[in-house]
């Protein structure tokens, strides 16, 4: 099925570069040429100095495993908001494999978010597959959680930050481990941070299954089931299937970790091309038999990771709009249970 017919030629160039650059990386026995990829990976440094609206810094969490994050500022508050900034933990996209918070593709997309948001960002740097598999990804998540827990008040961070109101959130891989890390959060007791939602952008999950998308996408834009299936094979312990509970959250392998649970109102979104469009619709239908407040946002003509490409996209803009009402809904939510 073809899914480019109506798209620019900019957009088709840019997914031909994208999968050059994966075919060029990712080696066919699961291993990746990081020389190779690190030097195809643009990265920028952090900015004091306002750009767009938004001022940056990368704080160090743990230097050992290379354990960062960049903090994304918003300066044009606009006068500013009684109940403070909501705070947003996010996850980069790239497999769990490639990209990182200093990549120059999410530089410019998370001060784009803090921006229209009018939220501060914290953007996470996690270890990468295949040297680092799962559960490290997870694992590095919540640590940056616990260290903000510990340390609310790190140099740089805004005093017109709210904690109390603090959302989990990332794009394709990072969308899984946006889920993971808000299930881990529900086992914890914290008090600095409270979690008002989470921000699921087209997440990477899977399964053994063969879907109807992932047959009618197989070979879409950006992202194809070829790739989706290296990806999970770099990431996944050795001698794992795609039913692992990390990959099918909601599969035959998987124990149920939410039900009872204090698990967040998630917002999912979807694109009518992107091969893995069924296994999100299943995961905003496990978190609703779960009983978990869930809304599924998609956008028909979408392709995996519509949103990076603004200028071109008209669903992008809707994206920021549906995403923006979600986080001011669950933010005055929150103000109310605290006020009870």
């Not at 997870?138 to 904690?163: M, S, W």
Request: hydrophobic share 35%; net charge negative; proline share 5%.
């Amino acid at each position: 099925m073809s899914t480019s017919a109506n798209l620019s030629w900019k957009i088709k160039l840019a997914s031909f570069i994208v999968k050059f650059i994966m075919k060029l990386s990712c080696r066919s026995d699961g291993t990746i040429n990081r020389r190779l990829s690190n030097f195809l990976d643009y990265r920028v440094p952090a900015s004091i100095k306002p750009i767009n609206g938004v001022q940056t810094s990368d704080i160090t969490v743990d230097s050992s495993r290379n354990l960062w994050f960049r903090l994304f500022i918003p300066t044009n508050t606009g006068g500013g908001n009684d109940a403070g900034l909501p705070v947003i933990v996010y996850f980069h996209g790239g497999g769990g494999a490639l990209s990182s918070a200093d990549s120059k593709g999410y530089d410019t997309f998370c001060r784009k978010l803090a921006g229209e948001f009018n939220a501060v960002i914290i953007s996470v740097n996690y270890r990468l597959a295949p040297e680092n598999k799962y559960p490290c990804q997870y694992e590095d998540g919540f640590d940056v959680l616990k260290f903000i827990e510990e340390n609310p008040y790190f140099e740089g961070f805004p005093t017109n930050a709210n904690l109390k109101n603090c959302f989990v959130g990332g794009d394709s891989a990072g969308g899984n481990i946006a889920h993971h890390v808000a299930v881990k959060a529900c086992n914890y007791e914290f008090r600095n941070l409270k979690f008002s939602g989470v921000i699921a952008i087209q997440p990477g999950f899977g399964g053994e299954e063969r879907t109807e998308s992932e047959v009618d996408f197989a070979r879409a834009l950006f992202l194809d089931v070829e790739q989706i299936d290296w990806f999970w094979k770099a990431f996944l312990p050795e001698g794992s299937d795609r039913d692992h509970p990390a990959t099918n959250v909601f599969g035959p392998k998987s124990v149920d970790q939410i039900s009872g649970k204090n698990f967040p109102a998630t917002i999912v979104i979807v694109g009518g091309l992107d091969p893995l469009k069924d296994w999100q619709t299943r995961y905003y239908e496990g978190l609703k038999k779960c009983g978990k407040e869930a809304y599924l946002i998609e956008y028909p003509n979408a392709f995996h990771g519509f949103y990076s490409l603004s200028p071109e996209q008209e669903e992008s803009s809707l994206f920021i709009n549906e995403v923006r009402d979600f986080i001011q809904r669950q933010s005055s939510a929150a103000a109310a249970k605290c006020m009870d």
